[in-house]
Nanobody, 124 residues
Framework: QVQLVESGGGLVQAGGSLRLSCAASGRTFSMYPMGWFRQAPGKEREFVAA????????YYADSVKGRFTISRDNAENMGYLQMNSLKPEDTAVYYC?????????????????WGQGTQVTVSS
């Protein structure tokens, strides 16, 4: 079992930055990929970024590529999402998730453990 708690969300002006954190408990966090997803009001949950268990492989949604950076610190059981050049369309609840399969995926169905989410609001 893995428990996840996100933090770092908030209100920021367009062009600003935020760093989301994901604190994980459980021995298996460091063994599996993790991802960040987001859900805006009235929209389906969408993939944002994913990282392999050792950080060697990363994937990004086209909409955030070049602006967001996913990372992890397995020694501290932490995951991060650095978000720069934020846009109003980035406004959403952001969730971190951990998979229980070895391969890094972008589809939410491969992720078994989810946090409660943190709100990110970008004003224009």
């Amino acid at each position: 079992q893995v428990q996840l708690v996100e933090s770092g969300g908030g209100l920021v002006q367009a062009g600003g930055s935020l760093r989301l954190s994901c604190a994980a408990s459980g021995r298996t966090f460091s063994m599996y990929p993790m991802g960040w997803f987001r859900q805006a009001p009235g929209k389906e949950r969408e993939f944002v970024a994913a990282i392999s268990w050792n950080g060697d492989i990363t994937y990004y949604a086209d909409s955030v590529k070049g602006r967001f950076t996913i990372s992890r610190d397995n020694a501290e059981n932490m995951g991060y999402l650095q978000m720069n050049s934020l846009k109003p369309e980035d406004t959403a609840v952001y969730y971190c998730a951990v998979s229980s399969v070895d391969r890094t995926h972008t589809q939410a169905g491969y992720y078994d453990y989810w946090g409660q989410g943190t709100q990110v609001t970008v004003s224009s």
